[in-house]
Antibody, heavy 117, light 107 residues
């Protein structure tokens, strides 16, 4: 069974940093590109970042470019999102999702990030 | 960036109706179009990929189609359990972009 489990969220002050993790199981993690998607409270879905299976290709939404860094450790079956210079508008539920079938075929349960003083 | 214009924003339907939700892409996306259902407090779930292919375990009352750059999700004889918010996603090019969502209520 494919599972994606996010962690690392919490309450953080504006301008500070936070690192999210997503541990994958039930599939060969190193064969798939992975994504972070976020959802602000009561809002729609926003794609945040993508990393290819071997980390060769990395892309970001303009809203986070230069502040967020996506990475992965295939030996640990883990996806990361390092978030710096956090802003109130980064407050959201952050999901990791696998890119399979040219779609986001599996999603984690999400981890909440709240940016507030 | 590719814009995905989704409509309607909300929809109420009965059990006997056919529900149709559409997403229009601002340019060609070669059928890199998927549909998701999200229920309150839950993660989105994949329904349709490649515009018309049904994801594993998804009931056959869900179907996808395309006309030009307009993509549609159809639910035939919806069930009460189909209530939720539906999103389209283009994964043709980054930044991947979602439609704004359709809130569906089945009465």
């Amino acid at each position: 069974e494919v599972q994606l489990v996010e962690s690392g969220g919490g309450l953080v002050q504006p301008g500070r940093s936070l690192k999210l993790s997503c541990v994958a199981s039930g599939f060969t993690f190193s064969n798939y590109g992975m994504n972070w998607i976020r959802q602000a409270p009561g809002k729609g879905l926003e794609w945040v970042a993508y990393i290819s299976s071997g980390s060769s290709y990395i892309y970001y939404a303009e809203t986070v470019k230069g502040r967020f860094t996506i990475s992965r450790d295939n030996a640990k079956n883990t996806l990361y999102l390092q978030m710096t210079s956090l802003r109130s508008e980064d407050t959201a539920l952050y999901y990791c999702a696998r890119l399979g079938l040219r779609a986001l075929d599996y999603w984690g349960q999400g981890v909440m990030v709240t940016v507030s003083s | 960036d590719i814009q995905m214009t989704q409509s309607p924003a909300s929809l109420s339907a009965s059990l006997e109706e056919i529900v149709t939700i559409t997403c229009k892409a601002s340019q060609g996306i070669d059928d890199y179009l998927s549909w998701y259902q999200q229920k309150p407090g839950k993660s989105p779930q994949l329904l349709i990929y490649d515009a018309t292919s049904l994801a594993d375990g998804v009931p056959s009352r869900f179907s996808g189609s395309r006309s030009g750059t307009q993509y549609s999700l159809k639910i035939s004889r919806p069930q009460v359990d189909d209530s939720g918010i539906y999103y389209c996603l283009q994964s043709y090019s980054t930044p991947f972009t979602f439609g704004s969502g359709t809130k569906l209520e089945i009465k």
